[in-house]
């Protein structure tokens, strides 16, 4: 029997696609542009895990494309630790649905598992690393590509072939609840990470065991909403649009990135999910994006029942296709409508061939058609081992931010004495996780109080109160918590927020710390993560009067913020004699703490995001133009910490700074040289940070720019040279007709330790070269 032509590996993936497609039925081809959730498609019985009558119906119309979240669990899914799956039982779960979608469609197309992975896959078993606020901070993109590779593979181990990740959002409000997924404020690191993050999860091929597809959201300018609500419009103008929100997506496609996601909000009038610009003329006809394109769940339902710039939900399935949208996330517009659409002409064949081939080109780059199934074995070997939590603890601990430590009370000596951990984030194993986690094991967690007491074992007693929650206003347990830190000879208090969804856990007592599995308050800790926006930054609940009640003791005051935005409280900043911020810094946060706070590592993260004395001086970020305003009667407009800002237990000189030619011309290169030397005693990491100032535009710029950075290790007393390539991509922006151009004049060459302190020296441009041989032609 003949082999189908789609089925020969042999030729080019193009012939394989353009067989299929001219097999499918209009129906089949539909079915492609489909996503349902995934855990609706199967569900334990008495006789074990069934498939579900719901996914039975949708393969019988012709199949599926695609499911979400066959393997998430979380509250949302309703998926917990005692009905979800293992990872050995998601691989066969994978297995039995890919199978029974192969064996029962009259083409065996396989379906695409996609599944959120932002800071580890969202499933039972997996590694739970720091939330990308915190993985941003380590400044260190090969060690974040680490990560991602680690991520990809415990994924693709049980038949995931596609992640929602990288959030690529350029925070302007950090009151905004998802500023936690984010990589910060500004472009250029964030289109570092983003590289990193597409080549870590896509390897060097899509078809390696070890690798998922990288969908890069959410596109675009979400991170710039209104007031930091999650939604809501987006009011950039076309320049800043294409030089900060769409520049870290730019260079994630030229990496190779092979999906984008819209976003749910509008630009100037025009949601994201049915913009022509955007997501044809911009992503495919300029760069050349080859993947396909996704919505966010019930995004085109939004453009007739949110955006109204329909009347129907058959004219927005309309809309979004016909726009750029390939495929349908977790919604039902595109199988209900666009069959009638069709009918009507509302849209062609030609427009839905044209998302099918987008999406089934990837199927066979994927190798599906090949190797559809995952391995048990191999998922059970892979997901959770000791090398990826290895990882988790590494990458904690660059992302570790000291912002204060007055008179060197940190790093502390384990054999202290009486050691008090005190505050609601100590000893919570959800607070410390961020938003997107799955249900988890209690062993699996290393809570701050779990790593103080294995640091400490033997040598300090280690006390622990919780003494509130974050959002309910009890005080009862304030008085434990004040006697703890009156014995003590140290107060650790862990407070923050939380983006912990409900997982069951109860609450604790707040006398004694004891787990309460029925929680009779009814209330949330959560006040961050998606849907959680704030319209202020300060602690909730009653945490501050917390702190000022077990600082009247008079004791060493070290405060450690849990939390998945920055924090702004003025009475800390004064009053605290040592601050860490740790975001919410994974499973093995607690041991990553412990290693900063008692000097075994040198703390090395810095900010990727401003830091605000007070909220009412939002919009705050480093790179502001130079034409900002005045300032307010309350107060001015520096921020409580800069960008870059993080403090080390040793110091960094910087000296002999030079350009290896001080002028240049556009099609030019040259480079800048720093000195740096660790001055102080003990080892560390320093973050070199590279800033260029257009002095003089035609379009009004930027004070300042981040346009490079480099981590590296000195020993005490140690030097070294580092280097930047200086060429046209650090200083072109885009000019009045919207394309990219270098201006010649003077430019201000800068590097440091963060956004103001900086050494510096100038940069001449040179007006390009003339071609004198054309211009004689030209002449003649």
């Known amino acids: 029997m003949k082999v189908k032509k789609y089925l020969d590996a042999s030729i080019t993936t193009e012939k394989r696609v353009h067989d299929l497609l001219g097999r499918m039925t209009l129906g089949e081809k539909i079915g492609q542009l489909i996503q349902p959730f995934g855990w609706q498609a199967y569900e334990r019985t008495e006789d074990g895990i069934e498939l579900t009558e719901t996914f039975r119906s949708y393969i019988e119309r012709g199949g599926v494309g695609s499911l979400y979240g066959v393997l998430r669990a979380d509250p949302w899914t309703g998926v917990t630790l005692e009905t979800g799956l293992s990872p050995r039982e998601g691989a066969e779960v994978i297995n039995l649905i890919q199978k029974y979608a192969i064996e029962h469609t009259r083409l065996g197309i396989p379906i695409l598992f996609g599944e959120e992975c932002s800071h580890g896959h969202m499933a039972i078993g997996a590694t739970v690393f720091p939330v990308p606020l915190a993985m941003g901070s380590s400044w260190n993109a090969p060690l974040f590509r680490e990560v991602c590779r680690a991520i990809a593979a415990e994924t693709r181990a049980q038949g995931g072939t596609v992640t929602y990740s990288p959030v690529l959002d350029v925070v302007r409000d950090p009151r905004w609840g998802r500023t936690e997924e984010t990589f910060g404020e500004d472009p250029y690191l964030i289109g570092e990470m983003a590289v990193a993050a597409v080549e870590g999860l896509q390897r060097e091929s899509i078809a390696s065991d070890d690798a998922v597809i990288a969908t890069l959201k959410h596109f675009a300018g979400y991170g710039g909403s209104e007031g930091g609500r999650n939604a809501a419009p987006a009011r950039i103008g076309a320049r800043e649009l294409l030089e900060k929100d769409l520049l870290p997506f730019e260079r994630a496609v030229q990496a190779g990135a092979l999906s984008i996601m819209t976003a749910y909000n509008e630009i100037d ?249 029925t929680d009779q308050s009814g209330l949330s800790d959560m006040d961050c993560g998606e849907g959680f926006d704030r319209a202020e930054l300060g602690l909730s609940g009653v945490q501050l009067d917390l702190l000022k009640e077990i600082h009247k003791t008079g004791k060493p005051f070290i405060v450690v913020y849990i939390n998945g935005r920055p924090v702004v409280e003025p009475w800390i900043d004064e009053h605290a004699d040592a601050i860490l911020e740790a975001w919410y810094p994974g499973q093995e946060g607690g041991s990553a703490i412990a290693d900063i706070l008692f000097g075994d590592l040198n703390p090395s993260g810095r900010l990727t995001i401003s830091i605000p004395k007070h909220p009412g001086q939002l919009p705050i970020y480093y790179n502001t133009k130079r034409t900002r305003g005045k300032r307010y009667v309350e107060t001015d407009l520096q921020p409580r910490y800069p960008f870059g800002y993080g403090l080390s237990y040793t110091s960094f000189r910087y000296d002999d700074i030079a350009l290896s030619k001080p002028n240049m011309r556009p099609d030019e290169s040259c480079t800048l040289s720093v000195n740096v030397t660790n001055t102080g005693g003990m ?92 211009e004689d032609e030209t002449l003649v």
């Open 269 to 517: 009038g025009v949601p994201c999910t049915s913009n022509y610009e955007l997501l044809t003329h911009t992503l495919r006809e300029q760069w050349a994006f080859d993947g396909f394109v996704i919505t966010d769940c019930g995004a085109i339902n939004m453009l007739s029942g949110g955006h109204q710039v329909v009347e129907s939900d058959e004219d927005a399935a309309c809309a979004a296709l016909l726009a750029g949208v390939d495929m349908e996330m977790s919604g039902d517009s595109f199988g209900k409508h666009l069959l009638h659409a069709v009918q009507n002409k509302k849209v062609s064949i030609d427009d839905i061939d044209l998302a099918v081939s987008r999406i089934l080109r990837q199927k066979f780059e994927l190798g599906l058609f090949e190797r559809p199934y995952a391995d048990p074995d191999r998922a059970s070997e892979i997901i959770g081992q000791e090398s990826h939590i290895k990882l988790a603890r590494r990458m904690a601990q660059e992302s570790m931010i000291l912002l204060k430590n007055r008179n060197q009370v940190l790093p502390l000596s384990p054999a202290l004495g009486k050691i008090a951990v005190i505050g609601p984030n100590a000893n919570n194993i959800y607070n410390q996780l961020g938003d997107y986690t799955s249900p988890q094991q209690r062993g699996g967690i290393v809570t701050v109080l779990d790593g103080i007491q294995r640091k400490c074992a033997g040598q300090s007693e280690v006390m622990y109160a919780p003494g509130c929650r974050i959002k309910d206003p009890s005080t009862e347990g304030f008085e434990s918590a004040v006697q703890t830190a009156q014995v003590s000879d140290a107060i650790i208090a862990v407070v923050g927020g939380s983006s912990a969804r409900d997982f069951g856990e109860g609450t604790i007592d707040l006398k004694t710390g004891a787990a309460i599995i």
């Open 683 to 774: 080892a560390g990491q320093e973050v070199v940070q590279l800033y260029v100032t257009d002095v003089v535009s035609s379009v009004t710029r930027p004070a300042l720019e981040l346009k490079g950075f480099q981590k590296i290790q000195l020993e005490p007393g140690e030097s070294t040279t580092v280097r930047f390539t200086i060429t046209k991509e650090q200083l072109q922006y885009v000019g009045r007709d919207y394309r990219r151009i270098v201006e010649p004049g003077q430019f201000r060459i800068q590097v440091g330790g963060h956004a103001e302190l900086l050494l510096g020296t100038d940069l001449y441009v040179l007006p390009p070269r003339i071609n004198m041989e054309r």
